[in-house]
């Protein structure tokens, strides 16, 4: 997989280095050229010049990358690089890093944002996930305003223990798509049995979050009597989503 990356700082470079590591091919574009001696990232092709240009971004043949990632500390550069990458490149796959929390609702797809990354908001929710069992946690937006991943973790005197994941009736628009148990992950079949201490990690759209907070807390009972489940409602078909090879 190409992955072009602009902004070789320290994102940019350990996202470079991961993707490295996973034998993937990697273009840097950065303003500045003395980036490129102390970033220590061997195997990576290297472009100098401003990506918000039409003329660098063709010379690092943009229309050939399959994702391209926008980790500059300036979120007007992420903005400007994720558009023209989808407007004049028909790039497959754009990610967008958001600086500023307060600039987070521009990085959608109208920007040519797929997957916007904000830094702080995905740290906070890293440390909500870790102290609020009970509780539906967002930890990504993708496409902004349109959906996102959510993690919940089961407390030990949660209705749903015992059942299965078919014999919970999740929203419409929520999709079951792993379970870590035991720091282990496990990809949800309709029979898997829900256990306390489980975190249940979900694909769903913004609007249904409600609906998924509301069916797993503690005071409902939808969960555990399939027979009183709301009619929005639909017995879960909880397949492995297909790899597309992110993120992110």
Sequence with gaps: MKVVI???GSVGSSIARELLAHKHEILLIDLKPEVIGRSGLRGAHWL???ACELSTLQGAKMEDADVVVSATGDDKVNLVVSLLAKTEFGV??????VNNPKNDWMFNDSWGVDVAVNTPQLMTALVEE????????????LQTG???????TVPHDSHAIGLT??????PEDSTLVAIL????PIT????????GGDELFFVTTIAAEDELRALLSPESAEASDGDHAPESGRPVDAQAPEDDGFDG
């Design 188 to 195: 949800p079949s309709r029979d898997d049995v829900i256990d």
């Design 6 to 8: 602009v902004g070789a």
């Design 146 to 152: 349109v959906s996102s991943i959510v993690e919940f």
């Design 165 to 170: 994941v078919g014999e919970i009736h999740w």
């Design 130 to 141: 870790a102290v609020e069992i009970g509780d539906l946690v967002r930890l990504l937006t």
């Design 181 to 184: 148990r035991d720091h282990a």
């Design 92 to 97: 497959g796959r754009t990610v967008g890093r």
């Design 48 to 50: 100098v010049g401003d």
